[in-house]
């Protein structure tokens, strides 16, 4: 089988590996107006992996967990969260902390540092605007057996240790937010590029909102610059890139 991605919109990938686990990340599907899914479209995941307590990111990874079975990969502070509301804390052993490694299925899985902050935005912040205490926030790195590793940057901005995870952990594609305001823009996304060495660089968290704008034609010319060996890769929304 074959190694895809795909771009469910703003920060919302899916990944399928080559023995055919199905992994959401940060499945933001209600709600958000970049997303050309439906929720009842989702019928299998086996794998819900949660960057941090946003609510563009925290999404509705509980409802698709508690709908196909899935197990929860996320950190401690937004699991205990999902605890409260039907998700027992570390079923299925995917709950992990900052340099943490945990196996789900045929998927090695490491969370890695993410330049951001994460108070949890849930069920409550939907209704009344209220944020649950929380913290943490992170990337991840997906390794499949028989596959190629996955850098999911999350929300970020640059720092430096993104040379640290290319030394460490070689992502064969990065996927990186450009969409400045609250991530990473173009021009600093590019220099990340450079940092993290991947053989394919796919931009997203950008173009979902009027805040979150960016120019991917621009953002390839600047790669080009930093990071020659690297082929951006622009996904249209729904769109997918076979990992080979």
């Not at 609510?55 to 899935?70: F, W």
């Not at 992990?96 to 899985?109: A, E, F, Q, S």
């Not at 850098?151 to 640059?158: E, L, R, S, V, W």
Request: proline share 5%.
């Amino acid at each position: 089988m074959k190694q895809i991605i795909t771009w469910y919109g703003h920060g919302t990938w899916y990944m399928e590996t080559p023995k055919g686990t199905k992994i959401f990340i940060d499945p933001f599907i209600n709600g958000n107006p970049a997303c050309p899914f439906k929720f009842d479209d989702i019928k299998e995941a086996d794998i819900v992996c949660v960057t941090h307590g946003h609510n563009d990111h925290l999404g509705d990874a509980i409802e698709l967990v508690k709908k196909t079975g899935a197990t929860l990969v996320t950190l401690p502070d937004v699991a205990a969260y999902c605890d409260k509301r039907g998700i027992p804390y570390d079923e299925g052993g995917g709950i992990l902390h900052t340099g943490g490694k945990v196996t789900v299925k045929d998927v090695k899985i490491t969370a890695t540092f993410a330049l951001h902050y994460s108070d949890i935005w849930g069920e409550e912040y939907s209704k009344d605007g209220t944020i649950a205490p929380g913290s943490g926030c992170c990337g991840l790195i997906l390794s499949p057996e028989g596959g190629k590793s996955v850098y999911f940057a999350g929300d970020t901005g640059i720092f430096g240790d993104m040379q640290l995870i290319n030394r460490l952990y070689k992502p064969y594609v990065s996927v990186i937010p450009i969409g400045g305001k609250y991530v990473m823009d173009i021009e600093d996304a590019s220099v990340a590029a450079e940092l993290l060495g991947s053989k394919y660089i796919i931009p997203g968290h950008y173009n979902t909102f009027p805040i979150n704008q960016a120019d991917t034609g621009k953002f390839a010319e600047l790669v080009a610059q930093t990071a020659p060996a690297a082929e951006v890769v622009v996904l249209d929304k729904g769109g997918t890139f076979e990992v080979a």
